[in-house]
C-alpha cells in the first residue's frame, strides 16, 4: 500500500492514511480519465457478446445497491464504489493491453481514495445525478464509439467535479 501512495510510513510510528490534496486529485483524474475513454474505444471496437453481457451484469447489481441504497449512502459507500467499479471495469474489459488496464486499475484506486471520502461527506439526501451509466451502456450496446466516448468522457469529469466540490469546496 505504501508503494501505491495509498498510505504513508512515519519512523517507527507505524502508517497513515496518505494525505490528500486537490492537486494530486486532478492529476489522477486526468491520467484516469485519459486511459479510461481511450480504453474504452478499443473495447467497443474488439468487444463481443460476452463483453456486453459483463457490462449488462454489471449494471444490473449496481442498480440493485444503489436501490438499497437510497436515503443511506454514508452506510452503503463501500458498495456503492465496488459496484461502481465493476461497472467501469466492465466498460474496459474487451481492451487488449493489459499495461494499459493495468495502469487504470492503479488509477482508478488512486481516486476511489478521494472518492470514498467525498460519498461519505456527502448527505444521505444526495440527487440522482441521472442515469450516465445507462446511456453509456446503450451507446456501447449500438457500437456508437463517437457517442459512447464522449458521454464516459463527460461522466468521468461530472464524477470528479463532484469530488473536488465536496472536498475541496475552496478551490471552486
Known sequence: MAAEGLVTRKGQRGYWAAPVSVDEFVDVARLREMLEVDAFRQSIQHGDLDWEANIAGARHRELAVRKQAE???????????????????????????????????????????FRRLSLISLADTRPASGD??????????????????ALLKTHIEHSNQRVIDTLFPQQR
Open 71 to 113: 436515503g443511506h449512502y454514508s452506510e452503503y459507500a463501500g458498495e456503492l464504489i465496488r459496484e461502481n467499479r465493476r461497472f467501469h471495469m466492465a466498460l474496459i474489459s474487451g481492451c487488449p493491453s493489459i499495461w494499459q488496464l493495468r495502469f487504470i486499475s492503479t488509477l482508478y484506486d488512486q481516486s476511489e481514495r
Open 132 to 149: 450516465e451509466h445507462g446511456a453509456i451502456m446503450e451507446a456501447a450496446f449500438r457500437r456508437d464509439e463517437k457517442e459512447a466516448c
